[in-house]
Structures are given as C-alpha cells and as structure tokens.
C-alpha cells in the first residue's frame, strides 16, 4: 500500500516545483514562443522543452529512485520496473498556451502501483494551484474541492470534444448547458471536481500524462473518471494509450456512462 507520509512529501515537492515551472511557462505566454510541429500535427513549443528539462532534473534529483514519464521525453521503459513514477505533461493544451487562452496547465503526478497517488495541475495563467493526496481530499489554492451534486432538474453542464458538445441536445434525454471549448483535457477533467461542469468527456487516444494527476483530482473531490466499462485507467503500462472516457460526479455516474458510450459511437476530437 502507498506510505501517506511518503505521499506528503512528494505532493510539497509536486506542489513547489509546479509552481516554479508555471513561472517559467509564463515568460514565453503571449510572447510568440517557437513552435514545432509533431506527428499528427501536435503541436509543442520551446516552452514545453523548457518546462520538461526543468521538472526532469529537479524531480529525478529529488526523487532518483522514482521513473520518469513525460510528453516530451523519449519513453524510457526502465519506469516500468519503478516502484513510484512521476508522470509530466510540461503543457497540457498546448494549442491553447500558443493561442493565448488561459485554460492550459502544467500537470504531474506520481504513479504506483498503477493508479496516481499524488497529483498538481499548476495553472498560472488562470492562478490556480489545485493538487489531489490519495485518501485525503483534493484542493484548488488550499480551499477543499467537490463535485456538484447532480440535479436532475437543472441542465447537463457539458465540456469535451466539439464534435459531441455540438450535437449534445439530442443525445441528452435532460436540457444541455454546453460549455466553451477549454483546450486542455486535465483541466476539462478537473472541472468537474471544480464544480464547473458535469459531464467531461476525453475520446480514445488521450496518453497517461494527459490524465493521471487530474484523475486523482476529481476522484478525491467526489467525482469519477472510467472508461465505458465503468472502470479506472491504469498508468505505467508498456501502452500508456487510453481509450475513451467518462468523467463525472459519481453519483450521476450511471447515466453519464450511457450517455457517453452514445456520444463517442460518433468519434470526435480529444
């Protein structure tokens, strides 16, 4: 089982080099950073490879034992034999960071025995901090997080991809509240233990660094995050490839699971 007082420690390190790393992001946010193109026309920045090579060696320094699993870092299969892996995506909504939209974040978390124990998504743009310990809650600038309890009265607040936000009204039995398009898959996931929406939805092909930190963040602040199946991503596989998943308030769980497997029969973007 995951030692808590080993998980403290990590979450203070996560927390204060988050934090470092979201001031450097900072320099390059509307300053036209250099930008590259990767496969499937993602694009990276020099602030990504900045951000990445700063947590690298500050963590592994920290933590030299721990594996290492980021976006920009070519894949060491050594993590795999790794009691604890820190897995990094130096931006989360990359797209977003060079468009100028505040909605990106910096996202890390560490890994054992498959599920994320402590988890950061660091925010600048926005000025928020919010970070998740494994049994013991999830807070955003140290104020307490929780899902918003479902109300069958009010309408599906929904973010995800556009294709699905676009024809949401008729695949919802209940009124659709569809919110803007928020670049970041992390921050989509967060929301829902921000409270700020209800149905965040991630089509197949989103990577573990995409996921693990958020993923502890809304399950700590009462929330969910499965697969269609209604089960829990695993991290630091030999895949790190998910498929699609669902993202909700846990007790609107069932409902949000039917409505998903509908909207993702039709694809859509991540």
């Known amino acids: 089982m995951p030692d808590a007082d080993h998980n403290t420690a990590d979450l203070e390190l996560l927390t204060e080099l988050g934090v470092a790393a979201g001031k450097i992001a900072m320099k390059w946010f509307g300053q036209d950073p250099q930008v590259w193109m990767k496969e499937g026309q993602s694009p990276v920045s020099e602030a990504d490879f900045a951000i990445d090579q700063f947590l690298q060696q500050e963590l592994l320094a920290a933590r030299p034992d721990y594996g290492w699993l980021s976006e920009e870092t070519d894949d060491n299969r050594e993590r795999l034999q790794a009691e604890r892996v820190f897995v990094v995506d130096p931006i989360d909504g990359t797209r977003g960071f060079i468009a100028g939209s505040q909605q990106w974040c910096i996202s890390i978390a560490v890994v054992e025995q498959g599920r994320p124990t402590v988890g950061v998504l660091e925010c600048p743009a926005l000025q928020q901090t919010i970070a998740a310990h494994a049994g013991r809650g999830a807070w955003c600038n140290r104020d307490p997080m929780k899902a918003d309890d479902p109300d069958p009265k009010s309408p599906v607040r929904v973010t995800g991809p556009r294709s699905f936000q676009k024809d949401a009204d008729r695949r919802l039995s209940r009124p659709v509240n569809k919110l803007p398009f928020v670049p970041s898959l992390a921050y989509r996931i967060a929301m829902i233990g921000l409270g700020n929406a209800d ?72």
């Open 199 to 270: 149905l965040s939805l991630a089509r197949a092909s989103a990577k573990d660094w995409d996921l693990a930190a958020a993923d502890l963040i809304v399950h700590e602040a009462g929330g969910c995050l499965t697969d269609l199946k209604g089960t829990k991503p695993e991290y630091n596989c030999e895949d790190v490839r998910h498929g699609a998943l669902v993202a909700c308030a846990a007790p609107d769980h069932k409902e949000m699971l039917d409505i998903a497997i509908k909207a993702m029969n039709n694809g859509g973007e991540r």
